[in-house]
DNA sequence: CTGAAAGCGCTTACAG
DNA sequence: CTGAAAGCGCTTACAG
C-alpha cells in the first residue's frame, strides 16, 4: 500500500512549470495566472499530491499544530477537556498533537521540550510549574497558556476552574438551606483544586456566625470518601449536611450512610462538586457544583490561537497585566435531591447523548 | 517569554566541534568520544537546545508520531480509544497528532491527506472505508491500521469489535434463561456495528428451533429505545425479552417499561450492548455485552507499530494475509440483574476510579 | 573519532 | 507572473 511518496518537484516536472510555482499555486497566492493555477492544481490531484507535513513546517515556520501536555488522559476530566480543545480545534483549523507521558516530573520536562519544531503554541497542565523553574526551563520558546495549573509566580496566561468560588457557593446554599453545622471531606493536601476548595470552605464557614464547619480528610477517591462518611457517623454531635469536596467522595459517603441507615437528605444533606454523569444517577441525586471543563479547554486555546495570531507582543507584557491574563471559571451550582429543599430526583430519566459511533 | 530559538549550530560554536558531532553526540551514536559527548550534552543543556522536530523528522525521516484520525471527539466510545491508544503511545515513546475535522467524507479526506510528512503511521476510523476509492485516494503512503471501520475490499490491517458474535452470545444468553420469545431493538441501518448486531440477532434465532424474534426500529439514542419500549408494549403478544442493540436504547426502553408499570426483569427481561458506565447504576443494573474500546485501540496501535518498525512488507502481502489481518475482538456477556437469573444488582456499590486531576 | 557537504521537501525574498 | 537560488535545522553517508 506504500505507494511512492510524490513530492513538490514531481508535481513542477509533471506540469512544466518551476516548483516555486507549483507552492504559490497550491496555497493560493494571488501572483499566480489563473490558467496556470489550474492546470497545476489538475496535475496535483491527478497525481495525488499533498505536501510534506515536516518541510513545509521547516520552510514556513508554522504548524498549523498546537501542542497539548496533559499529566494524564484517564478519567473524565481529561477527555473533557480534549473535547473542549478538540471543538474549537476544529472550527480554527488546527491539529493537536497529544503528549502523552507517564505523569513524574522528568518525563513532563521531556514531554514539553519534544514539542520544539513540531507545533506553533502550548496548551499545558502541570502538576510542577509550582516548582520554580520547572516551566522556564523546559517550555519550548512558544506562546504558552497553562490550564487548571498553579504558578508560583504567575508568568504565563492561564485558564482556571474557579474553585475557591465555588466552594464558597456551595457552602452558602446549604447555609441558606438552614444547616448550620457542616462537615467538608476534603481532597489530598498536594492538589492544588483540593486546597482551593478547602480554603473556599473555611471562608465561607467563617463569615457566617453561628455557622460552624469541621474537616475530614479525603483523596479524591470513592473509598475515601466511605471512610469519612463512616468517621462522620461515628463522631458525636452529627453535622447537618456534608460537603465532600468532589462527587466520588460524595458517592462514597452516600453508600456509608446507606449502609448505615442514614437517609438522605432526611437525615443529613449531602453535596459534591464536579456534577460527574453519575451525580444525577444516584439515589438521592446529587446537588454539586458544575465544572466545565470541555468549555475551560475550549477557551484555554481561543487564547492561545490569538496570541500566536497577532505574534510575541507578550515579551513588552507588563507584570500587571500578566496577572489579569489568569482567568477563571465559576462552577455553577446544580440542585438536585441530596440536600433536601426544592431540589429534584432526576434519576428517572436519562442522558440524551447518543455515545455511538 | 518566547526566548531565541536555539539550534544545533548554536551547541555546536559553543562546544567547539562541529554540528555533525553535536548530533550524533545528543543522539547516542557510538562513534563519538565520551569526553566529547559529556562535554556537548552539558553545553546543550545549558543551553537548553532541544532539536526542532520538524527539522529532525525531514532529515531523519521519522516523526516518532502517529496520527489519529476519527470522526468525533464527542461521547465515551472515542475517549476510551484515545485513552487506550495513549496508553500505547506512551509505553513506546510515540506523540499522537489528533486530527478534528467534523464529519464530512471531503473533510475527512482533507484530514488524512494533511498526515503526510507528520506523521510514521496512521490509526483511522473511517464510515466512508466503504466506498470504493475513498482510503485509496486520500490515505498517505504510510503504514495504516483500520479500526471499528467497515472496508468494502479488505486492503488494510482492521481491529474490530465482533459485534455479530456479541449478538449471538446475547441471544443465546437469553434463550439459555428461558426466554423463547425475543424482541430487538436495532441500532440505525447505515451503522456498521448495529448491521452487524442485528446480523448476529437473526442467526441465533434462527439456529434456535422454536425461539422467535421481532425486530423494532431504533436509532442508538435513548429517545428511540423509549418509542420501541412503548411499542412493544402496544403489540399483541409481549415478548419474554428485550434486547436492545446498544445501551442507551436499553435505557430508554427501561424507562419506558418503568412509565407503564412493566416490572424488569419480573414481567420482562431487557438486555443491551456497550456496558456503559452508566449500565450498573440503573434499577434494575443492566446485563449486557462489554466492549472494550481501549483494548481496541491499544491492540490497533501495537499491531500499527509493530508494521512500522519491522518496515514495509505488506506491499508483499498476499490477500489470504490481509484477510487474516482483520482482527476481531469479541465482547464479553455481563450478567446484572435485568434479565432475572442469577444476576446480581451491583447499584449500591459506585465505581473505583478517581476522576480527578 | 571527526568534519565538510549533501540532502530531506518545502517557502520566499530577489530579480527579471 | 515566473524561475533560480537560498535557506529552514537537522541527519547521514563519505572521507579522512
Redesign the pocket.
Known sequence: MDRQ?????D?AREA????????????G?????????RHVQEVAQRLR????G???S?????TQTIGVVLPDLHGEFFSELIRGIGAVARARRRHMLLSSYHGDREQQAAALRAM??RVDGLLVMSPFADQPGFLEENLPPLPTVLVNTHQAEPAWPAFEIDNHAGAVSMVEHLLGLGHRNIALIAGPEHNYDARERLRGFREAIAAHPGAEGREYPGDFDEASGHRAGQAILAAGERPQAVFAANDMMALGCLYAFAQAGVRVPQDIALAGFDDIPLARFVHPSLTTMRVSIAQLGGRALERLLDQIETGPDSATQADAEIEADRQVLAPELVVRASCGGHGDDASASVPRENTQA
Chains 1, 2 share one sequence.
Open positions: 511518496p510524490v513530492t513538490i518537484r508535481v512544466g512549470v518551476s516548483v516555486a510555482t507549483v507552492s504559490r499555486a497550491l496555497n497566492h494571488a501572483n499566480v495566472a489563473e490558467g496556470v493555477r499530491y499533498s505536501p510534506h515536516a518541510a513545509r521547516l520552510s514556513s515556520r508554522s520544539r519544531g
